[in-house]
Nanobody
């Protein structure tokens, strides 16, 4: 069994910063890609940032230059540093990870429970 636990959300004023963490635990042999998604009220969940096992990153255009995704493989943890936050960044942020439970076994996607980020104007 694998668990992803997010933390670091909260209420912040526009222009402020937050750092989200996503810690994976359980039956983990290796973690492939990890991503942060967000879902605003009344909208579909969207991919915000993604990082490969090798450290390559991708971002949705709306957060480029403001958000930074990183990971600590020794701690099975991914981070999302969010700077210059805007009200439109408000939503529930979810962590997703593709995790392999053993040697040459295919990865399985897991989701965290989500953490609320609210940016006031």
């Amino acid at each position: 069994q694998v668990q992803l636990v997010e933390s670091g959300g909260g209420l912040v004023q526009a222009g402020g910063s937050l750092r989200l963490s996503c810690a994976a635990s359980g039956s983990i042999f290796s973690i492939n890609g990890m991503g942060w998604y967000r879902q605003a009220p009344g909208k579909q969940r969207e991919l915000v940032a993604f990082i490969t096992s090798g450290g390559n990153t991708n971002y949705v255009d709306s957060v480029k230059g403001r958000f930074t995704i990183s990971r600590d493989n020794a701690k099975n943890t991914a981070y999302l540093q969010m700077n210059s936050l805007k009200p439109e960044d408000t939503g529930v942020y979810y962590c997703n990870a593709d995790i392999s439970p053993g040697w040459r076994r295919p990865g399985v996607g897991y989701w965290g429970q989500g953490t609320q980020v609210t940016v006031s104007s």
